[in-house]
């Protein structure tokens, strides 16, 4: 779970978080959801994770001074692509700020051809298992 | 329709342009087709226009030195919300980049109520009248 | 002292921090320099704090998965002006990433006028008192 | 010169446009400077603006809706770094925004090492001949 306080520079015309802002929240606790994938293990196997689709809804909007809390899960792994559900919630409470389902696949960069998602890879994205 | 030249500082690890990115490039096409809107107007009615969700896909990514062409369409005008479509396209092909669905209320800043979107505002949102 | 961890997103096209990022960077770990000062104190003394100069040097660039540490210290306080300098070091080395001298004027918002630096605003800003 | 109309998510807490994204305007100008150097040629020769100082004063804010200049030209050619000055002038006025000097050299990517410029290199910078 990613913990990120709200600063002036995330803010917008409107003196709250602005729609763009975040998708970087999301993406920054993606990388915290995949910290046991060493950066060697990037490296080494040539992944780069592509997204396909981002289905965001903005419930209740975040302003300076607010702490938040963003929660990954997996939704679903399907044969060569896979979803997460993400929801931001205000700490300490249980007003919800955005949820969004991200899906993406993972690129082979060597190749330019998605990775199949089984075996040890998809143990690997599950955080069965660390690389 | 927004026209942007791909740059450097657009880019992310994997050398396209990041998802969070084009959030940032499709506010930017519907500012410009708001442009019928004087900042008068839009400080005296008290607008605020809140996103309530972004269903995106990214079809193909764009990178340096690319040109690309936003297109931004009505799709829904509802009772109290607004739907455009919007399609990023690498300029002079037909290669979609991404399409995205923007679903959005305009807040009344005074009384914090959406307002009701017909009669002179509905045309003013179609463009049918500029302010 | 703020901590970063670099992630895609902070990356551009030479794969490294973009310049800009760094500003946000350093905004972050002055925004936590002054979390002596609560938000309700913001709001009632009308606090804005306005940047009239930045001198930064990128002397070693950061990359993916990286962790940074951000310093910040107070440089100046001159009458209405202060500066703070900050450092970027690659944690668990001597490695520095950027320096940079930041001057601000914090402006009161309600007359548009800057605040003498002095007196129980100077401890507060030295850290010494905690509002 | 680059144009850019300022929009909602380019501000921050303080309803003006934010340091850090000054500088991303700034690129945008370099970027728009250099655009007699095709793409290929970028490749072709490995360059890599590295940017070593930013030295860059704010005087007065941009805020939603206004349209600013940004001015580029050579200041000075060293050996190895190049030096630009920047301005941003609200458009129609005399009024400067911020005002900056940028330092870079231009790395050999193949190399590591910096590039010296002279001869056609500094004549390209310079833009008295296109690629």
Redesign the interface.
Same mark, same amino acid.
């Given at each position: 779970m990613a913990k990120i306080?709200i600063?002036?520079?995330?803010?917008? @015309?409107?003196?709250h978080v &602005?729609?763009?802002?975040y998708?970087?929240f999301l993406?920054?606790a993606r990388?915290q959801y995949f910290d046991n994938i060493s950066?060697e293990a990037y490296d080494e196997m040539g992944f @780069?994770f592509?997204?396909? &689709?981002?289905?965001?809804?903005?419930r209740s909007?975040a302003t300076?001074?607010d702490v938040i809390n963003v929660n990954t899960e997996v939704a679903k792994i399907g044969s060569t692509s896979m979803t997460f559900n993400q929801k931001i919630v205000l700490e300490g409470t249980n007003q919800v700020i955005c949820e969004a389902a991200i899906t993406f696949v993972i690129l082979n960069q060597q190749t330019g051809k998605p990775f199949k998602i089984d075996g040890e890879l998809k143990s690997l994205l599950l955080k069965e298992i660390s690389k």
């Open positions: 306080t600063r002036g520079y995330h803010l917008d @015309a409107y003196q &602005n729609n763009a802002r998708l970087e993406e920054e990388w950066r @780069a592509i997204i396909v &689709n981002i289905n965001i809804d903005y909007s300076l001074g």
